[in-house]
């Protein structure tokens, strides 16, 4: 009876084999890009300028992307590691104009991605939305004829530390399994009424990686 047993398990095992190899040969399901969440890391390069010169700054960031099947939102936080100068109206100084030594800069970027066609595993898109651009440090230079002078200078350093302003992307993300490299550049004016302000429009271009985790819908099977 022992001989029968072993000979019908191992008939059984023999039966689940060809089987088992199928499943181990057949290729995983790649997750689907319409109705995900991205989750991704980037740096970059912010291009700007300043009172006497033209910043090429490095940045590093994190980002959010929900998708469905043609557009996303996202969502994404950049920071700018520099050291220069901006300038602010003051007519107690020399010109008119209070040097101000500048640090370092955040960004909180919301925006509506577009991706009208798929080109293999390439998709490119477009995308639309506004910025929060936050200077981390902001000290005026040199001494003042009042406490009511400093007083003014430093609300309007204050006041223009931080911008709201649109922005405009330009991309293509490479797709690959659950994850996707991307390449975008962004441009936002930031002219008026901030301490970046040597230029009209400040640029940003960044390369990341994309990580696609669980649907963003529940799927019905």
């Known amino acids: ?10 008939l059984a095992c023999a039966a689940l084999l060809p089987a088992l190899a199928a499943a181990q040969a057949a290729p995983q ?12 890391a980037k740096g970059g390069v912010s291009m700007f300028g300043a009172v006497a010169e033209n910043i090429n700054a490095p940045t590093v960031g994190g980002e959010w992307m929900i998708t469905r099947s ?10 700018a590691f520099f050291d220069t100068q901006g300038a ?10 209070r040097i101000v030594d500048i640090k370092d800069s955040r960004r909180y970027n919301v925006q509506l991605f577009a991706f009208p066609k798929q080109y293999g595993s390439f998709r490119p898109y477009a995308g639309l939305g506004f910025a929060l651009i936050s200077i981390r440090d ?7 004829v009042s ?10 350093v204050n006041d223009a530390s931080s911008r709201t302003t649109p922005v405009f992307t330009l991309g293509s993300q490479y797709d690959f399994n659950r ?5 975008q550049a962004s441009a936002m004016p930031t002219k008026n009424r901030f301490l970046i302000n040597g230029k009209p429009t400040t640029y940003m271009i ?14 019905l099977h």
């Open 1 to 10: 009876m022992r001989t029968i047993r072993t000979l019908t398990a191992g």
């Open 29 to 40: 399901k790649l997750r689907s890009f319409t109705d995900s969440w991205y989750w991704g």
């Open 70 to 79: 043609r557009v996303a939102m996202y969502v994404s936080v950049e920071q």
């Open 88 to 97: 602010v109206y003051d007519p107690s100084s020399a010109g008119s104009a």
């Open 138 to 144: 902001a000290q005026p230079e040199g001494t003042f």
């Open 147 to 156: 406490p009511a002078s400093q007083d003014t200078v430093l609300s309007t």
């Open 179 to 183: 994850s996707a490299l991307f390449v």
């Open 206 to 219: 960044e390369a990341g990686l994309r990580y696609n985790l669980p649907d963003a819908i529940e799927k």
